[in-house]
């Protein structure tokens, strides 16, 4: 999950921007392109002064149960997702966000981090796992500038997986740097989603 006017790392993947609740008015998108089963597309930071970059995805061969165990499991997505070094839950309180910290790594750039206050619900069959960035950030580290995103997985009505992911960053040098290298990184880390998820038990 990487938000940042550097391109590198997703997840992230600052906020005081969030993202509009599924069913409300969203930012307009604009297709991008079609890859791992899935649309990607950008929406154009010129009201919001940041992109938003989502994927709607279809994975017919899929559970998803499956595709969840691998989104819940937040101190293992460093093992799943290759542009993050580390992601350890640093607090977790009964009622209130847990907050995961995480840092970004990108070759070429340098590594950054932030901690993030992640939220979990689940609508009906959906499961909607969402994060921004805390309120509190260590001073230490170099620190992202925005880091909002969220992941919806259900299952599809036709059996399967049908999965949205959205995340928000900087555009910088004009937004053509940044969206090249965050469209490339939103692409690997939805296939290296994809494959974590095929390649654990059904149990």
Same mark, same amino acid.
Not at 72 to 86: A, I, K, Y
Not at 128 to 148: F, G, N
């Given at each position: 999950?990487?938000?940042?006017?550097?391109?590198?790392?997703?997840?992230?993947?600052?906020?005081?921007?969030?993202?509009?609740?599924?069913?409300?008015?969203?930012?307009?998108?604009?297709?991008?392109?079609?890859?791992?089963?899935?649309?990607?597309?950008?929406?154009?930071?010129?009201?919001?002064?940041?992109?938003?970059?989502?994927?709607?995805?279809?994975?017919?061969?899929?559970?998803?149960a499956r595709v969840e165990r691998v989104i819940v499991d937040l101190s293992g997505w460093d093992t799943t997702f290759s542009h993050l070094s580390r992601s350890v839950v640093i607090k977790e309180d009964e009622g209130q966000p847990l907050v995961l910290r995480v840092g970004y790594t990108g070759k070429?750039?340098?590594?950054?981090?932030?901690?993030?206050?992640?939220?979990?619900?689940?609508?009906?069959?959906?499961?909607?796992?969402?994060?921004?960035?805390?309120?509190?950030?260590?001073?230490?580290?170099?620190?992202?500038?925005?880091?909002?995103?969220? /992941? @919806?997985? %259900?299952?599809? !009505?036709? &059996? =399967?997986?049908?999965?949205? /992911? @959205?995340? %928000?960053?900087? !555009?910088? &040098? =004009?937004?053509?740097?940044?969206?090249?290298?965050?469209?490339?990184?939103?692409?690997?880390?939805?296939?290296?989603?994809?494959?974590?998820?095929?390649?654990?038990?059904?149990?």
């Amino acid at each position: 999950m990487r938000v940042t006017a550097v391109p590198i790392g997703v997840l992230a993947l600052g906020l005081a921007l969030a993202f509009a609740p599924s069913g409300q008015a969203g930012p307009a998108f604009h297709d991008l392109k079609e890859a791992h089963g899935c649309s990607f597309l950008i929406s154009d930071p010129r009201e919001s002064g940041y992109h938003t970059l989502r994927a709607e995805c279809d994975w017919p061969k899929i559970a998803a149960a499956r595709v969840e165990r691998v989104i819940v499991d937040l101190s293992g997505w460093d093992t799943t997702f290759s542009h993050l070094s580390r992601s350890v839950v640093i607090k977790e309180d009964e009622g209130q966000p847990l907050v995961l910290r995480v840092g970004y790594t990108g070759k070429g750039f340098p590594d950054q981090s932030a901690d993030l206050s992640v939220t979990q619900e689940r609508r009906g069959e959906t499961l909607v796992l969402s994060w921004t960035k805390a309120p509190q950030q260590r001073s230490d580290d170099l620190i992202v500038e925005i880091d909002t995103g969220r /992941f @919806e997985v %259900s299952p599809a !009505p036709s &059996g =399967g997986t049908r999965l949205i /992911f @959205e995340r %928000s960053f900087e !555009p910088t &040098g =004009g937004g053509v740097v940044s969206k090249s290298g965050e469209t490339a990184a939103t692409l690997r880390l939805i296939e290296e989603l994809y494959l974590k998820a095929t390649s654990i038990s059904s149990g």
